[in-house]
């Protein structure tokens, strides 16, 4: 199994950013697909972006596009979310996750490995 480790949440106001970082102990980085997703308190898990580290290719929810950007180190077995523009409703506990074979990124339930989880809240 995959450990994930997230760091890099915080508080910002709006408009800012921050830089989310997803540390994963694997022998083989680039097997794997790694998404991020996010919860926010009484709403369901919901997937923000993936990336298929094999080939680099990216995945973004609408709600997020042109404002986030995923990205790997595959040398360092980490995956970075660069968050932009930063809305309240962006605030949310996020979460990085990984697994080899991934049909639908947005689906929670596709990914085996997840980490604890970093807090963001964005103020208005």
């Known amino acids: 199994e995959v450990q994930l480790a997230e760091s890099g949440g915080g508080l910002v106001q709006a408009g800012g950013s921050l830089r989310l970082s997803c540390a994963a102990s694997v022998f083989t980085f680039d097997d794997y697909a790694i998404g991020w997703f996010r919860q926010a308190p009484g709403k369901e898990r919901e997937g923000v972006s993936c990336?298929?580290?094999?080939?680099?290719?990216?995945y973004y929810a609408d709600s997020v596009n042109g404002r986030f950007t995923i990205s790997s180190d595959n040398a360092k077995n980490t995956v970075y979310l660069q968050m932009n523009s930063l809305k309240p409703e962006d605030t949310a506990v996020y979460y990085c996750?990984?697994?080899?074979?991934?049909?639908?990124?947005?689906?929670?339930?596709?990914?085996?490995?997840w980490g604890q989880g970093t807090q963001v809240t964005v103020s208005s």
């Open positions: 990336i298929i580290s094999t080939d680099g290719s990216t």
């Open positions: 996750a990984a697994d080899r074979t991934v049909v639908d990124w947005f689906n929670p339930a596709d990914f085996g490995s």
